[in-house]
């Protein structure tokens, strides 16, 4: 399984619109049919696709780059070629995002110069001046590019804290006992120290005021329980693939996927990097199901176990989410009020706009949607 199936919403649109899930079975038939017939069709429709989504998310550089892919990209070179004759679903691989994310790796590791002179922060470029200049960088740099195309996206979205912070506190007020929390798919770690960043939700402020991570959300409706006694007494997390903050290969992993023109959430991404650096968090390389199944074993009176997840749900496979399902379940019906559960997570449900965070909890399992949020947090509209 590839680690990251679907294009993921962290940095991209969600699966099923890529995949044109959603439109007449008579227009999903003969679209594969068109597919088949023209090869090169499905992936140039996917960086169009890529583009449509890049507008929308506030990103009109990758937009251009996307589109100029999708128009003018040819088989005729080694790069062109291995994009075009894709073999699989180039939307579900997120090729777009796999190519956008190769050339600014080579922008970000100084090894594109000419690439790097029409990059933001430089004002967005002519359409020919940037392609000429992307032409040139995939004929230099063809192994690389060929060899990053290989391997799916990866992201740590820190903007994501600010989605789960009113879970956190939710269940701080409704427990008022310290927190083991549990992070499932946590990539490099960086929302495992979400109690460490500094908030401002709509004027009001929450967390370590001198932090160098700094999450102000566009907040709507009323505001979680910022009172609520928050303690952390164990935190861990599990990736299958899990990423070493300290480590300039991963660094450089985690920023190519950030949108060049989005240099906020590029500062923000550093500043947490360099948080979890130097205070490596506990990520065993491990798969969901099996970390969870022996940790949800472990726990001890008097706090309240947390498991939680953000845009992880979608890349694993059914039975996998079944076993979790099914372990979190046992657990929960096992809890007690001095020894609750509680399930968060921040996902997509096929609704818009943005994703739902939900919470579980036991005893009881009831379950409730806290909020809807962008995918990279910029804002949040809570329900509570
Ligand atoms: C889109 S990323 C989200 C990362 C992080 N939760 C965030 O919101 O920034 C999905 C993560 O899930 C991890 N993942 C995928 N399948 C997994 C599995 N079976 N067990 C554990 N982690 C998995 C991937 O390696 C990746 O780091």
Same mark, same amino acid.
């Given at each position: 399984?590839?680690?990251?199936?679907?294009?993921?919403?962290?940095?991209?649109?969600?699966?099923?619109?890529?995949?044109?899930?959603?439109?007449?079975?008579?227009?999903?038939?003969?679209t594969?049919?068109?597919?088949?017939?023209l090869?090169?069709?499905?992936?140039?429709?996917?960086?169009r696709? %890529?583009?449509?989504?890049?507008?929308?998310?506030?990103?009109?550089?990758?937009?251009?780059?996307?589109?100029?892919?999708?128009?003018?990209?040819?088989?005729?070179?080694?790069?062109?070629?291995?994009v075009?004759?894709?073999?699989?679903?180039p939307?579900n691989?997120?090729?777009?995002?796999?190519?956008?994310?190769?050339?600014?790796?080579?922008?970000?590791?100084?090894?594109?110069?000419?690439?790097?002179?029409?990059?933001?922060?430089?004002?967005?470029?002519?359409?020919? %001046?940037?392609?000429?200049?992307?032409?040139?960088?995939?004929?230099?740099?063809?192994?690389?590019? %060929? !060899?990053t195309?290989?391997?799916?996206?990866?992201?740590? +979205?820190?903007?994501?804290?600010a989605?789960?912070?009113?879970?956190?506190?939710?269940?701080?007020?409704?427990?008022?006992?310290?927190?083991?929390?549990? #992070?499932?798919?946590?990539s490099?770690?960086?929302?495992?120290?979400?109690?460490?960043?500094?908030?401002?939700?709509?004027?009001?402020?929450?967390?370590?005021?001198?932090?160098?991570? !700094?999450?102000?959300?566009?907040?709507?409706?009323?505001?979680?329980?910022?009172?609520?006694?928050?303690?952390?007494?164990?935190?861990?997390g599990?990736? &299958?693939?899990?990423?070493?903050a300290?480590?300039?290969?991963?660094? &450089?992993?985690?920023?190519?996927?950030?949108?060049?023109?989005?240099? #906020?959430?590029?500062?923000?991404?550093?500043?947490?990097?360099?948080?979890a650096?130097?205070?490596?968090?506990?990520?065993?390389?491990?798969?969901?199901?099996?970390w969870?199944?022996?940790?949800?074993? %472990?726990?001890? #009176?008097?706090?309240?176990?947390?498991?939680?997840?953000t845009?992880?749900?979608?890349?694993?496979?059914a039975?996998? !989410?079944?076993? &979790?399902?099914?372990?979190?379940?046992?657990?929960?019906?096992?809890?007690? !009020?001095t020894?609750?559960?509680?399930?968060?997570?921040? +996902?997509?449900?096929?609704?818009a706009?943005?994703?739902?965070?939900?919470?579980?909890?036991w005893?009881?399992?009831?379950?409730r949607?806290?909020?809807?949020?962008?995918?990279?947090?910029?804002?949040?509209?809570w329900?509570?």
């Open positions: 399984m590839a680690t990251h199936p679907p294009a993921p919403p962290s940095s991209a649109s969600p699966a099923n619109v890529l995949s044109g899930h959603g439109a007449s079975p008579f227009r999903r038939t003969a594969a049919l068109f597919d088949r017939l090869p090169g069709r499905r992936v140039r429709r996917a960086f696709v %890529q583009a449509e989504h890049c507008d929308k998310m506030g990103s009109p550089f990758t937009a251009l780059l996307c589109r100029l892919a999708a128009h003018r990209l040819d088989a005729g070179a080694a790069v062109g070629a291995t075009l004759g894709w073999p699989s679903h939307g691989d997120a090729l777009p995002l796999r190519f956008a994310g190769a050339l600014h790796a080579l922008v970000l590791s100084g090894r594109a110069p000419a690439l790097a002179g029409l990059y933001p922060p430089h004002p967005l470029p002519r359409p020919d %001046q940037l392609w000429s200049a992307v032409l040139a960088t995939m004929a230099a740099e063809t192994d690389f590019i %060929q !060899r195309l290989r391997s799916p996206p990866q992201t740590n +979205e820190v903007g994501r804290s989605i789960l912070l009113g879970g956190f506190l939710a269940i701080a007020a409704a427990t008022r006992l310290p927190f083991v929390l549990s #992070e499932i798919g946590a490099a770690g960086l929302n495992m120290f979400w109690d460490r960043f500094a908030y401002d939700l709509g004027g009001t402020k929450w967390g370590d005021g001198a932090s160098p991570v !700094r999450l102000a959300p566009r907040w709507t409706g009323k505001l979680p329980p910022l009172d609520a006694p928050v303690e952390v007494a164990a935190r861990a599990c990736d &299958l693939n899990r990423l070493n300290a480590d300039p290969k991963d660094r &450089l992993r985690l920023l190519s996927y950030v949108w060049a023109d989005q240099p #906020e959430r590029i500062a923000r991404l550093r500043a947490a990097l360099d948080l650096g130097a205070d490596p968090p506990d990520i065993a390389a491990a798969d969901a199901a099996d969870l199944e022996s940790r949800l074993g %472990q726990q001890t #009176e008097a706090t309240v176990h947390v498991v939680y997840h845009i992880v749900w979608q890349y694993l496979p039975a996998t !989410r079944a076993r &979790l399902t099914d372990s979190i379940q046992a657990r929960g019906r096992a809890a007690t !009020r020894r609750p559960l509680a399930w968060l997570r921040f +996902e997509a449900d096929g609704k706009p943005g994703g739902a965070l939900t919470l579980t909890l005893p009881g399992g009831a379950t949607t806290l909020a809807r949020a962008d995918y990279h947090g910029s804002w949040v509209d329900a509570g």
